[in-house]
Nanobody, 122 residues
Framework: VQLQASGGGLVQAGGSLRLSCKAS????????MAWFRQAPGKEREFVAG???????IYADSVKQRFTIYRDNAKNTVDLQMNSLKPEDTAVYYC?????????????????WGQGTQVTVSS
């Protein structure tokens, strides 16, 4: 499985960005997918995850602001980010889980995209 992330950039606080992740591989539609992020000097943290049928989970810090989508026909997983805050600044990574259920555990994700930078200015 290969993952290609795109859509990062610089935005002012309160603005929006949409990240997209394109996956290649025969089992994309059956496995859980997620977005993680890593800010400078911090550990990589879970942001949002989604299973094949569309059920999703979110980190408390992004609930009501971020929405994760997947299109199994196109092998894509998007992250719509609204009401962005400076503390959302990080490199965002899409990830492919070895599980069929949603999971926040880093070790459950075997394949990772290259990361895309999101910077939110105050």
């Amino acid at each position: 499985v290969q993952l290609q992330a795109s859509g990062g950039g610089l935005v002012q606080a309160g603005g929006s960005l949409r990240l997209s992740c394109k996956a290649s591989g025969p089992t994309f539609s059956t496995h859980a997918m997620a977005w993680f992020r890593q800010a400078p000097g911090k550990e990589r943290e879970f942001v949002a995850g989604i299973i094949w049928a569309g059920g999703s989970i979110y980190a408390d810090s992004v609930k009501q602001r971020f929405t994760i989508y997947r299109d199994n026909a196109k092998n894509t997983v998007d992250l719509q980010m609204n009401s962005l805050k400076p503390e959302d600044t990080a490199v965002y990574y899409c990830a492919y889980s070895e599980t069929y259920y949603n999971t926040r555990r880093l070790s459950d994700y075997k394949y990772w995209g290259q990361g895309t930078q999101v910077t939110v200015s105050s």
